[in-house]
């Protein structure tokens, strides 16, 4: 089974601009959630999306959104940019999304704000 | 609200000695503790997790974690450290009905000396 696809893999935007990243999850798994990863802060919960639903969301600002489509893809938008937004983004997938599902994470998209 | 600690950002062990990382957590309900691992430019892989039942969990590449609810940690070890170890390695914590919500600790850099 193919893993956790995410992308792209490198971006770079200026302030101000907007960003989407993508992330397909592994087959049949019908949750995706995402996470920031910085040096600073760690890594840090985004939100969470299951059959098209937005279940968790954690405490990022309205800049940050998301959304699921009917083939379980996600994608991930970003507006205003701010340098402070540059950091790995991280998505995962698993198959429900009830605890203690393991979720099966992507390599990252790296963004980086100028 | 639950949290994580790790203590010690980097740990160094000789080739062939015991791994031990620390990790203690806070949690008002039953928690699920998990343990992922990450290798430079590559997403998180799971190493194990804690549910319920068995309290000493067995993980991939010979590693093992012992759920301790008296002394709240969830410590990874691992009997002889290889160089193939070096990495990043992260504690996080969920419970039931938190979704795929998970919070991480800081991590810890794990370096392995010939």
């Known amino acids: 089974k193919a893993g956790v696809t995410q992308t792209p893999r490198y971006l770079i935007k200026t302030r101000g601009q907007q960003v989407t990243l993508s992330c397909s999850p592994i087959?049949?798994?019908?949750?995706v959630s995402w996470y920031q990863q910085t040096p600073g802060q760690g890594l840090q919960f985004l939100f969470e999306?299951?059959?098209?639903?937005?279940?968790n969301k954690g405490n990022f600002p309205g800049r940050f959104s998301g959304r699921q489509f009917s083939n379980s893809r996600s994608e991930m938008n970003v507006s205003t940019l701010e340098l402070g937004d540059s950091a790995l983004y991280l998505c995962?997938?698993?198959?429900?999304?009830?605890?203690?599902?393991?979720?099966?994470f992507g390599p990252g998209t790296r963004l980086l704000v100028l | 609200a639950q949290s994580v600690t790790q203590l010690g950002s980097h740990v160094s062990v000789s080739e062939g000695a015991l791994v031990l990382l620390r990790c203690n957590y806070s949690?008002?309900?039953?928690?699920?503790l998990f343990w992922y691992v990450q290798y430079p430019n590559q997403g998180l892989q799971l190493l194990l997790k804690?549910?319920?039942?068995?309290?000493l969990v067995k993980g991939i590449n010979g590693f093992e974690a012992e759920f301790k609810k008296s002394e709240t940690s969830f410590h990874l070890t691992k009997p002889s450290a290889h160089m193939s170890d070096a990495a990043e390695y992260f504690c996080?914590?969920?419970?039931?009905?938190?979704?795929?919500?998970?919070?991480f600790g800081t991590g810890t850099q794990l370096k392995v000396e010939l």
């Open positions: 995962a997938s698993s198959l429900t999304s009830g605890s203690p599902e393991t979720q099966y």
């Open positions: 087959s049949g798994h019908r949750s």
């Open positions: 999306y299951f059959s098209e639903t937005q279940r």
């Open positions: 949690s008002s309900v039953p928690p699920y």
């Open positions: 804690y549910t319920t039942g068995a309290t």
């Open positions: 996080a914590v969920t419970f039931a009905g938190g979704g795929n919500k998970l919070t």
